[in-house]
């Protein structure tokens, strides 16, 4: 039985329900009202640890759209909808950085 299909909607769908909840998340930043604001500029290390996890999470999301043949004829579409979503979600969203990526990145250098 070929199980490409079952591992890549699990990606898929645990990288749309990472999204869709960035995106609740901006929604709800605009729906609350701000007295101050600030901006934040990131420091060398913090973006280029930023880039290397984008050009892994792209490598692995393509890579296992790249070797599955569950997806033939659509593959390309896929991949472009990945790096759109992956793009956004390291790039624009301040809720996956901040709470995931930057978290996990504290944790890897805690060890």
Request: aromatic fraction near 16%; charge should be positive.
């Given at each position: 039985?070929?199980?490409?299909?079952?591992?890549i909607?699990?990606?898929?769908?645990?990288?749309?329900?990472?999204?869709?909840?960035?995106?609740?998340?901006?929604?709800?930043?605009?729906?609350?009202?701000?007295?101050?604001s600030?901006?934040?500029?990131?420091?060398e290390?913090?973006?280029?640890?930023?880039?290397?996890?984008?050009?892994?999470?792209?490598?692995?999301f393509?890579?296992?759209?790249?070797?599955?043949?569950?997806?033939?004829?659509?593959?390309?579409?896929?991949?472009?909808a990945?790096?759109?979503?992956?793009?956004?979600?390291?790039?624009?969203?301040?809720?996956?950085?901040?709470?995931?990526?930057?978290?996990?990145?504290?944790?890897?250098?805690?060890?």
């Amino acid at each position: 039985m070929n199980t490409d299909i079952f591992s890549i909607a699990a990606m898929q769908g645990f990288l749309i329900l990472t999204f869709s909840h960035a995106l609740l998340s901006l929604v709800k930043t605009w729906m609350t009202p701000r007295g101050a604001s600030a901006t934040v500029h990131r420091g060398e290390e913090s973006m280029n640890s930023l880039y290397v996890l984008y050009g892994v999470a792209t490598l692995v999301f393509s890579l296992t759209i790249d070797v599955a043949d569950a997806f033939y004829g659509h593959k390309a579409t896929i991949v472009l909808a990945d790096y759109v979503l992956l793009t956004y979600l390291f790039f624009f969203s301040s809720w996956f950085r901040n709470s995931i990526v930057f978290r996990l990145l504290a944790r890897i250098r805690k060890d």
